[in-house]
T-cell receptor, first 114, second 120 residues
Framework: GAVVSQHPSWVICKSGTSVKIECRSL??????MFWYRQFPKQSLMLMAT?????????EQGVEKDKFLINHASLTLSTLTVTSAHPEDSSFYIC??????????FGPGTRLLVL | QQQVKQSPQSLIVQKGGISIINCAYE??????FPWYQQFPGKGPALLIA?????SEKKEGRFTISFNKSAKQFSLHIMDSQPGDSATYFC???????????????????FGTGTQLKVEL
């Protein structure tokens, strides 16, 4: 149980385009979802906290107009990287909770912006 | 105050040996301490977690030791195997916010990670 999926698993796009990443909780309802980014050999950096039906809460330094988060249902949250640039290339990981403290992580999405 | 310091950065252990990774925190409001295992190109997977009301928790070959007064906790991997080679992250979070506060769920503060290699 407590499986989280992400789609796509990897994506390559041209600079200036937008990319949407989906995060789904497959076997539970996720009251809260989190979005992280991770650079090679570094720790996870929290980008934003997403609650179903409300606006996401962004961490300091994360541009909310660049990283659009939509948590439309209790099983789906999306992260859209708008006007992507090479510096946005990273590993994006989502996690979900059922209301408790345990976060279940997705497999990650590797984004490469050319 | 939100930091979780993790050491060592990297660790090489012989097969069958004990791997020990340490973490320290400052925020006394933290009350949930999970450990995650991450393989290259994959998302982190929860290994084991502990709360401050116990000093030790064991699940199979994995044990968390917790020292509340020193604000330190550690992961011990007994009988380490090559398949345990991965990056390990400690983390900490405070209690869930009350109903009057916006948002839900607990934000995790992660340590910097330890790259473990278990050699034959």
């Amino acid at each position: 149980g407590a499986v989280v999926s992400q789609h796509p698993s990897w994506v390559i796009c041209k600079s200036g385009t937008s990319v949407k990443i989906e995060c789904r909780s497959l076997d539970f309802q996720a009251t809260t979802m989190f979005w992280y980014r991770q650079f090679p050999k570094q720790s996870l950096m929290l980008m934003a906290t997403s609650n179903e039906g409300s606006k996401a809460t962004y961490e300091q330094g994360v541009e909310k107009d660049k990283f659009l988060i939509n948590h439309a249902s209790l099983t789906l949250s999306t992260l859209t990287v708008t006007s992507a640039h090479p510096e946005d290339s990273s590993f994006y990981i989502c996690s979900a909770t059922q209301g408790g403290e345990t976060q279940y992580f997705g497999p990650g999405t590797r984004l490469l912006v050319l | 105050q939100q930091q979780v310091k993790q050491s060592p950065q990297s660790l090489i252990v012989q097969k069958g040996g004990i791997s020990i990774i340490n973490c320290a925190y400052e925020n006394t409001a933290f009350d949930y301490f999970p450990w995650y295992q991450q393989f290259p190109g994959k998302g982190p997977a929860l290994l084991i977690a502990i709360r401050p009301d116990v000093s030790e928790k064991k699940e199979g070959r994995f044990t968390i030791s917790f020292n509340k007064s020193a604000k330190q906790f550690s992961l011990h991997i007994m009988d380490s195997q090559p398949g345990d080679s991965a990056t390990y992250f400690c983390a900490a979070s405070p209690p869930p916010p009350g109903l009057i506060l916006t948002g839900g769920g607990n934000k995790l503060t992660f340590g910097t990670g330890t790259q473990l290699k278990v050699e034959l």
